[in-house]
């Protein structure tokens, strides 16, 4: 997850960025929520910088990047699990 909230991951050939930083100051939410989030925001700026190096280190150091890949595409369904249950915790929350 900290690799995916790299605001640069657009040059790296993703096609949507994580997080649209345009809400915290286009005044669609309230203060306390761009408070919240400018929190959060502001926090993965060094958490994903830290993968990306990890993940650069663990490349260069093999004869190719297929088990950082593997690890990769693992991890991506573990994202997908808690995104979802994050989904269905909120839709429950908040009445569908």
């Known amino acids: 997850m900290e ?3 790299n605001r640069e991951m657009v040059k790296y050939g993703a096609r ?6 345009a809400i915290l100051s286009d005044g ?5 929520a761009r408070k919240f989030l400018m929190e959060g925001y502001s926090a993965d700026i060094g958490h994903s910088m830290e993968a990306l190096k990890l993940i650069q280190d663990g490349v260069e150091e093999m004869d190719n990047g297929m088990e950082v890949m593997i690890a990769f595409t693992y991890s991506m ?4 699990e808690y995104l979802n249950a994050r989904l269905e915790r909120g ?3 908040y009445g569908n």
């Open 91 to 93: 839709g429950r929350m």
């Open 28 to 32: 669609s939410i309230t203060e306390d």
């Open 3 to 5: 690799l995916l909230a």
């Open 77 to 80: 369904g573990h994202l997908y």
């Open 16 to 21: 949507y960025s994580y997080f649209d930083p």
